[in-house]
Each structure stands twice: as structure tokens, then as C-alpha cells.
């Protein structure tokens, strides 16, 4: 009788443990599965990472979307980053270019990486970009200047509530993490 | 259900002087009593609750006028931080975790828990854990980025104190995922012969769905404070946006712990005023089972609601929906609770012992967190609410005048059975009274400042808010000393009164009435008969 309850403990605790432990990798699975889970929906308005094609599907003339552009600096980034206009309107399937100003204000050569986020999220996956700085890195000598330019337009299929989104790039300093 | 008493047999077992408690401190560091370690756990809770106690006093006295009068913002939000990490992890889970270490097996006919060195194992990590805490405003500052730990606030802008608060979150979990394991062992595998699972009492139910919910998101926990670890200090960019991270992400995975959290703190109160609501009415339970049938609901659909803490971060409408009626929908289990409780009073004949007392007040004052969270939910309006002092008072009223309540209630009414005396009833319905009075000033004045606008977390507001700023520590204080006659009914129970019968209260039922109080140190070595 004993005996066979200290089995019984023995398969219950074991069986408990193995909860505990899928939910500890479950908590870790969370990170990929959300990736995945955003690229499909855009829910964290992430942009595609990599150039879209040339729009052959059409301009809706009949539409208008606003499009907002803002621009971060990380702490600790010394780098002067702006866009050069502050919002244009857009017809869907439309291709624009808007050209953005980075300037290095110190005197030693620097790394610089742009992340781009599209609210709302929603539209982000609508939002095409077929050449953007944010691709690549940048490099900036001392005191050096760039004007860099994003060429996008939006799919016409974004869904008809969208009538305005912003653009925001966030500016980090990658020079540490390139050197090591 | 009737039962048998067995406790001629235990005393017999007592004779022979094995197991006898321990002299001294080493009864208390080697136990491996389960009344033994549900008092140590009980007794840290208190304390716990004293210091995250004096912490909101610090907090109430800086907000007492506008401006910033006794400490900087940084140690301010150090207090918030803390306060709230002390209470949720120290006080209230302890403290259920004691009550079930002292009653579940008392309850099913067990002798002890299944599981009694793991039993003090988990209980003596905490000390070290809170310890760990305590220690990070010695050195360097506790942490300062809100219990909810954000990130980036936690990583990048930490001051230094974030391995401090993931060591001790760690074994905090790692406690409580022993306990629970404990507990279900326990319930699992010790119940009496003829306790079937539909025959337990409603306290035992809602412990065992709360040890399940320990078990599935306590390792959630863990796994984001590591993360959070290795982002800080080992360059993982998990939610560091320049190396292809996301802080929303961190929201995602901490509410999914965090939602259930909530009814880790809530569920094994709902088992005690379904124990004493029906002892103090005279009355069998209303609706036993659907009170079994709402608990796992609210289990389950905890979640499936995390996202309602994260309704301003930009998602998108469906998501918005979808969390919104899910929440919502959790009404409905609690509604049926909240209305078997008044079922099981309705022509009862209920009389006012303080542990009722609290109990009444506990199904008042809960309900009215429970609207205001009703009205949190709904996604529009909480645009409007998020991170104001609404948000304080609806959380609060859940927590303190919910569960903290409903310890209260259990400690009253079982305090005869641990101690075997009878507090003083004069002390205690003082402490109910003043308990009462104050924590509505304290925290019913925050809805309209919520309302108004005022934002949580921030140590000054603009002047419109000072009245009731005023009142609230006002009530803050009161409420804070009032806890003061609580422990001295407790000392003075332990010390003596007039002897407690082994069932002091003519309604109760259940199984741990039916050994002597105070319950000898070994009760049910021999399994009692339930017919």
C-alpha cells in the first residue's frame, strides 16, 4: 500500500515537472512564434526587411493616404538624423522618394543601423519600400554628411480605414557591437 | 457529509513520542510539519506584509501635498516598485500558501502534505529571496522600474539593480512551483478514503486550480526575467529593437504570466468565503458544483485575456475585440459566484463573527473592483483610464479588500483551531471596523482621480488633485496602523483566552473541526471514514 503511493507520487511528480519545464520552453518558444505571428499579421509594425519589386498593380487615383515621417535617436547616438520633409500624400501604388539627412557630429568614423516601424500596425504590411536605407548600416567618418533616400509606395490593397500612417525610424549606434 | 472523528487514535500515536516537535530553533529550520511550515509561511507573510506596508507609507506621505517634499522621484519609484513586488510575491501568495499548508491536508483526512522536505525546502528559499531584494537599496538602489518590469525600462535604462530582482524573482518561482506540486500531490493522491473529488471542501477546489495555474505560468516567469538577464548583461537583443527585438514583446510574454498571476491572488479567496459564508449562515454552500465548474472557467479563460493590459500599445482592432469580450466574459463565472454567496446567505441565519464579518465585506468591496474592471476592459474606455489612479484603485480593491480580506476571514476563523484559544472579539471587530473605514478612504478617492486624470507612478501632481491625495494617506495611515491591532489580537490568541472548543463556530463544517484545537501535531495518521 505504501509502496504503490510512493509510486503513484513518483509518476505525478514527474509528470508535473515535465509542465513545468514546457513552460518554461514555452515562454522561450513565445519569441520565435511571435515573430512569425507578426510577420503574417504586421501586428508590431515591422516592415518587410528586405526591398519590395516595382508596383505593377496600378495607381488608385481615387484614394489618398498621409503619410507621416518621424525620426529617433537612440541615447547615446551623436548623430544628427532627420527626414527632409515632414509628410507627403500619397495615392496607393504611387512611388515616391523622400530623402533622409544623417550627419556624423563627431570627429571619429561611426556605425549607425536605422529600424523602421509603420503605425498602425495594421498598414505595415502594406507599406513597400523598393530601396531604404534601413537595408543596410551605415557608416559616417567624422563630421561626415549623407542624404539617403527610401523609395516606397503603398499596396493598394491596404484596407480603406487607413487614411493616414507614420513612418518612424529609430537610429542606433552599432560602432561597439561591428567592432567586437 | 459526516463524518467520524479519529482522534482518539491520533492521540494514541502522540503517546508513543515519536515525531514530536523539536526544542528550539531547529524545530522550526528542520520541520517537516505541515502546521509547522504553514505557520512560518504565515508569519513571513506578515512581515512581508508590514514592510510593502511601510513602503506605501512612504508613498502616501510624499503624496500627502503636491511637490516634492521627502524623497527624489527615483527612490519614489523605487517604493512603488518594490511595494508592489513585496506584496504580490511576499505577502498574499505566502500567505495562501500557508493557509494551505495548514488546512489542505487538515481538510482532505491527510496526515501531512505529500511532499515534506520539499515543504520546507520551499518555504526557507524565500527569506533569501526577499532578502536578495531587500538588499539592492543597500547597494546601488531596488529596482525602480514598476513590478510589471518593462522593458526597455528594466534593460537599457536599469540602475543596476535587475540581476538583484531576476535572482530573487527566480527562487521566488522556484518556491511556488514547489509548493504547488506539493499541493496537487497532496490533494491527488492523500485524500481520505470516501473524499472524492466532488466531496472536497470549496477551499481545497480552488487551491487545486490555483496550483495548476502556478505550475503552467510561474516557468513563463522565469523564462522572461532570464531573458530579461541575458538582455541586460550578455547582449541578447530578445527585446532590444536594435538587434531585431521588440519591448512589445515583453508585454506579451509578461502578461501571459501576469493575467493568471491576478487569479493566483484571487481564486483561493473565493475558497474561503466559500467556507465561512456558509458556516456563519447556517447554511449548505449554495451551488457547490457550479462554484467547481466557475473556478475552472476563470482558470481557463486567464488565459486568453493577457492582451487587455496592453490595449494602448497599437494592436489592431480584431485583437483589441477580441480581448475585450474575452474579458468581459469573465464576469460571468465571478457573477455566479458572487451570487451563490448571496444565495447562501439568503435566509440563512447569519450571525456577524468577525471572520463573517470580513467575509461580507469581502463580497461588497471585491465586487466593486470587479465593476471597475468590467469598466477597464472595455478597450475604448481603457484608452482613457490606462495608467491613471483608477487603475490603482481597481487593482487595489481586488487585492487588499479582496484577498488580503479574505486572509483576514481565514485567519479569524481558524485562529481558535491553531491556537486553541479564542481571540478577543472586541480587538477584532475593532480592527474589521477601522480596516473598513480606512481602506475605503483610502482607495475609493482614487477612482475620481483616476478619472480625473491623474497619472499612477509619478511622485507629484498638478494642484487640482491635492484634497484627495490628502485623504487617501490620510486613509492610507489609518489603514497601515489599523493592521497593528490585527497582530495584537494574533500575539494575544497565542498566548491565551478562554479555551477554543474543537468546533468554536455552530455552522462549520468540515473535517478539520473534528481533532481538538489546538489540532494536535499529528492529526488523521490513521485516514477518517466520510460516508
Known amino acids: 500500500m505504501q509502496e504503490s503511493t510512493n509510486k503513484k507520487t513518483n509518476v505525478l511528480i514527474r509528470k508535473l515537472m515535465i509542465v513545468v519545464v514546457s513552460m518554461f520552453g514555452f515562454g522561450f518558444a513565445l519569441v520565435p512564434l511571435y515573430d512569425v505571428f507578426c510577420d503574417i499579421t504586421g501586428l508590431n509594425g515591422k516592415t518587410d526587411t528586405e526591398a519590395a519589386q516595382v508596383n505593377d498593380d496600378g495607381i488608385d487615383t481615387t484614394r489618398n493616404i498621409k503619410v507621416q515621417f518621424i525620426s529617433h535617436i537612440t541615447p547615446g547616438m551623436s548623430w544628427e538624423f532627420r527626414p527632409e520633409i515632414a509628410e507627403v500624400s500619397v495615392h496607393p501604388g504611387e512611388t515616391k522618394i523622400v530623402k533622409f539627412y544623417a550627419k556624423n557630429v563627431t570627429s571619429v568614423s561611426m556605425m549607425g543601423q536605422t529600424v523602421p516601424s509603420v503605425a498602425p500596425g495594421e498598414a505595415a504590411s502594406y507599406f513597400k519600400k523598393i530601396e531604404c536605407f534601413c537595408f543596410e548600416q551605415q557608416s559616417l567618418a567624422g563630421q561626415e554628411d549623407v542624404w539617403m533616400p527610401l523609395r516606397f509606395y503603398i499596396d493598394p490593397e491596404i484596407p480603406d480605414d487607413v487614411t493616414m500612417l507614420t513612418l518612424s525610424y529609430t537610429l542606433y549606434d552599432i560602432t561597439a557591437k561591428i567592432e567586437s | 457529509m459526516t463524518t467520524t472523528a479519529t482522534t482518539d487514535t491520533d492521540m494514541a500515536h502522540d503517546d508513543h513520542g515519536h515525531h514530536g516537535p523539536a526544542t528550539g530553533f531547529k524545530r522550526w529550520l528542520f520541520t517537516t510539519n505541515h502546521k509547522d511550515i504553514g ?172 496550483a495548476y495555474l502556478l505550475i503552467a505560468v510561474m516557468p513563463i516567469l522565469a523564462g522572461v526575467v532570464t531573458m530579461l538577464l541575458t538582455d541586460t548583461y550578455f547582449g541578447t537583443s530578445f527585446f532590444n529593437a536594435a538587434g531585431g527585438g521588440d519591448p512589445v514583446l ?112 469581502f463580497v461588497i468591496l471585491f465586487t466593486i473592483g470587479g465593476f ?126 478562554a479555551p477554543a472548543p474543537a468546533k468554536p463556530w455552530d455552522g462549520a463544517e468540515g473535517l478539520e473541526w473534528t481533532v481538538p484545537s489546538p489540532a494536535p501535531y499529528h492529526t488523521f495518521a490513521t485516514p477518517p471514514k466520510i460516508d
Open chain 2, 39 to 210: 505557520s512560518m509561511y504565515l508569519w513571513f507573510a506578515f512581515i512581508m506584509f508590514l514592510t510593502g506596508g511601510s513602503m506605501a507609507m512612504v508613498i502616501r506621505a510624499e503624496l500627502f501635498q503636491p511637490g516634492l517634499q521627502l524623497i527624489d522621484p527615483d527612490f519614489f519609484n523605487q517604493m512603488t516598485t518594490v511595494h508592489g513586488l513585496i506584496m504580490v510575491f511576499g505577502a498574499v501568495m505566502p500567505a495562501f500558501t500557508g493557509l494551505a499548508n495548514w488546512m489542505i491536508p487538515m481538510m482532505i483526512g491527510a496526515p501531512d502534505m505529500a511532499l515534506p522536505r520539499l515543504n520546507n525546502w520551499s518555504f526557507w528559499i524565500l527569506p533569501f529571496a526577499f532578502s536578495i531584494l531587500l538588499m539592492s537599496f543597500f547597494l546601488g538602489g531596488a529596482p525602480n522600474f514598476g513590478w510589471t518590469f518593462y522593458a526597455p525600462l528594466s534593460t537599457t535604462y536599469s540602475n543596476g539593480s535587475t540581476a538583484f530582482f531576476v535572482f530573487a524573482v527566480h527562487i521566488m518561482g522556484i518556491s511556488s512551483i514547489m509548493g504547488a506540486i506539493n499541493v496537487i500531490v497532496t490533494i491527488m493522491n492523500m485524500r481520505a478514503p470516501g473524499m472524492t473529488y466532488m466531496k472536497m471542501p470549496l477551499f481545497v477546489w480552488t487551491f487545486f486550480i490555483t
Open chain 2, 372 to 497: 471597475s474592471g468590467l469598466m477597464l476592459a472595455m478597450a475604448p474606455v481603457d484608452f482613457q483610464y490606462h495608467d491613471t489612479y483608477f487603475v490603482v484603485a481597481h487593482f487595489h480593491y481586488v487585492l487588499v479588500t479582496g484577498s488580503i480580506f479574505s486572509i483576514f476571514a481565514a485567519a479569524y476563523y481558524w485562529l481558535p483551531k491553531w491556537t486553541g484559544y479564542m481571540f478577543n472579539e472586541t480587538l477584532a471587530k475593532t480592527h474589521f471596523w477601522c480596516s473598513l473605514i480606512s481602506v475605503n478612504l483610502l482607495f475609493f478617492p482614487m477612482h475620481f482621480l483616476g478619472l480625473a486624470g491623474m497619472p499612477r507612478r509619478i511622485p507629484d501632481y498638478a494642484l487640482q488633485f491635492a484634497d484627495f491625495n490628502m485623504w487617501v494617506s490620510i486613509g492610507g495611515f489609518a489603514f497601515g496602523l489599523s493592521q497593528l491591532i490585527f497582530l495584537a489580537v494574533v500575539i494575544k490568541c497565542i498566548r491565551g483566552g
Open chain 2, 250 to 361: 515583453f508585454q506579451h510574454i509578461f502578461w501571459f504570466f501576469g493575467h493568471p498571476e491576478v487569479y493566483i491572488m484571487i481564486l483561493p479567496a473565493f475558497g474561503i468565503v466559500s467556507t465561512t459564508i456558509p458556516a456563519f449562515s447556517r447554511k449548505k454552500l449554495f451551488g457547490y458544483s457550479s462554484m467547481v465548474y466557475a473556478t475552472s472557467s476563470i482558470a481557463f479563460l486567464s488565459f486568453i485575456v493577457w492582451a487587455h493590459h496592453m490595449f494602448t500599445t497599437g494592436m489592431p482592432l480584431v485583437g483589441e475585440l477580441f480581448f475585450m469580450y474575452c474579458t468581459m466574459l469573465i464576469a460571468v463565472p465571478t457573477g455566479v459566484k458572487v451570487f451563490n454567496w448571496m444565495a447562501t446567505m439568503w435566509r440563512g441565519s447569519i450571525s456577524f463573527e468577525v471572520p463573517m464579518m470580513f467575509s461580507i465585506a
